[in-house]
Structures are given as structure tokens and as C-alpha cells.
């Protein structure tokens, strides 16, 4: 979930702390929405294929869903775009060399967390950090090599307002148009810069996946496992790179998915 201080994307501007996450826990429209129905959307004996621009984004964003889909016995596996190396610009603490270890670490570690019973495989893709968009043909046939018939992708939102986060999407949109796969995603960074109701997200195919409140217990346990994230940058005097607002926002008692079946 690298981020820097601003980051715009149309008019979907990330800055400041962003919508307050009580506005979305009194928002009638996350309210009504559709249950996200594992059996109904993902047909047996696929694999669930989590495509994360950087490494974080599959927990935050799909932390409850893969609990959910390891509890139903459907394999999981995290595609990893890029290894969140450009994270923490001119800092001694963080290097670009020192985060390709620690961030996929921490994934390892989140995971864990989770109190998974299956494996998780976790495939490195190595797409330079900050550079999808630029890069969107070469991510396209690294994945494409790896997936299998039957596969059902899992990625950010096509508008989510990071450029990583989008360039990924548009890839895996064009892969699961050209496989003809289904593809679902996931409001990361909408949270942030978008409004209850906001009419730049298509409600009307957005399902929610309701969480337990041992998933959440487990969800907001495996957040913690990144640090390098959560942590102010005493190299540099940065703040975190995911505030307390954010977080708050991405481990509430939901997540919520966009597909039009």
C-alpha cells in the first residue's frame, strides 16, 4: 500500500486523513449491500489468484476473504506486483535493497497471523515499485505464464486512486476479459479519498463481505505484522506510511468487493 503524500490519480486525490471511518459505518448504502457469496461467485475447484501492487494490500484489503476462502477449502495464492521497495525514499532505515527482504517478510509473517489452515504460495512478480502503469505489458505476461485454467483473479479497484494500484487492475481486467476469468476487486484506497455514496464506485455489483469477529481479530493481527509501514521513519522524520486513519479504515467489520457476474 505504498503511498506518498499525495498521490492523484483524476480526481481521486489521496492526501490528508481522508473520510472518517464512522462515515462509513453509519453509510446506508454499505448497509444494504449484497452478501459476497464465496459459493455463488467462486465456482469449485478454482484457485483464487490475490494480484497485490505491493506487499500489505493483500491483507488489508483481502485479509477476511482469504480466512473465508481457506476455511472453504479453496487454494489461495498472492501474485505480488511489486515488492513495495520504493516505500521510503532517502532513508537509511529503509533502503530499496533492505525492503525487498523485509516487506515480502512481513507478508510471511501477516499470513501467519491469519491462523491460515492451507498453505498460501506467494509468487513474486518483480515489477519495479511506483512503476505498474509503465510497466502494464510485462506484468500482463509474467502473469499470464503463471495462470491456470479456472483461476479466479482477485486485484485492487480499477479506480483506486494509486497508479500501482490501478495499473494492476487494468491489467488483470484485460487478462480476465482475454481468459475469460472472473475478476473481482477490491476498494483499497477509495476509502480514503471517496464519500458514502460517492458515485465514482459502482455500487450496484459492490458485495460485502460481513467478517467474524474472530476473522477481525485475526485480520487486525496480521496488520500489525507490517511495521515498516506502521512505523515512523527516525532516518528521515517521515510519518508512517500507513497512518492510524487508514488503518482504522481498512480493518473495519467488513470488506467490500466489486463484480458484475
Known amino acids: 500500500m505504498a503511498t506518498l503524500v499525495h498521490e492523484i490519480v483524476g480526481d481521486r486525490v489521496i492526501h490528508g486523513e481522508g473520510t472518517p ?37 493483500e491483507i488489508l484489503g483481502c485479509g477476511g476473504l482469504i480466512q473465508r476462502l481457506d476455511q472453504a477449502g479453496y487454494p489461495v495464492t498472492i501474485f505480488a506486483v511489486t515488492n ?30 491469519l491462523k491460515l489452515q492451507q498453505h498460501v504460495e506467494r509468487i513474486a512478480l518483480q515489477i519495479p515499485d511506483g512503476e505498474v502503469i509503465e510497466q502494464r505489458e510485462l506484468l500482463k505476461q509474467r502473469l499470464k505464464a503463471q495462470l491456470q485454467p479456472h483461476d479466479v483473479l482477485v486485484t485492487t479497484f480499477i479506480h483506486d486512486g494509486h497508479p500501482d494500484h490501478e495499473g494492476t487492475a ?56 507490517f511495521k515498516s509501514q506502521l512505523e515512523m521513519d527516525p532516518t528521515t522524520g517521515q510519518p508512517p506510511i500507513l497512518s492510524g486513519h487508514a488503518l482504522q479504515r481498512l480493518l473495519q467489520p467488513w470488506e467490500v468487493y466489486l463484480y458484475e457476474q
Not at 102 to 108: L, V
Open 170 to 225: 487494468q491489467v488483470i481486467q484485460d487478462l480476465a476479459t482475454e481468459l475469460q476469468q472472473p475478476c473481482i476487486q477490491v476498494l483499497i484506497w477509495a476509502w480514503h479519498w471517496a464519500q458514502p455514496g460517492d458515485a465514482r464506485i459502482n455500487w450496484k455489483i459492490a458485495h460485502k463481505l460481513q467478517l467474524s469477529a474472530t476473522e477481525l481479530s485475526h485480520k487486525r493481527r496480521a496488520a500489525q505484522c
Open 21 to 57: 471511518k464512522e462515515q462509513w459505518l453509519s453509510c446506508p448504502i454499505l448497509q444494504q449491500l449484497a452478501a459476497f457469496d464465496i459459493q455463488a461467485i467462486v465456482p469449485m475447484r478454482s484457485r483464487v489468484c490475490i494480484i497485490a501492487p505491493h506487499p500489505d494490500d
Open 84 to 113: 513495495g521497495t520504493a516505500s521510503h525514499p532517502d532513508s537509511s532505515l529503509y533502503s530499496p535493497a533492505q525492503l525487498d527482504q523485509i516487506r515480502p517478510h512481513e507478508t510471511r509473517q501477516a499470513l501467519a497471523a
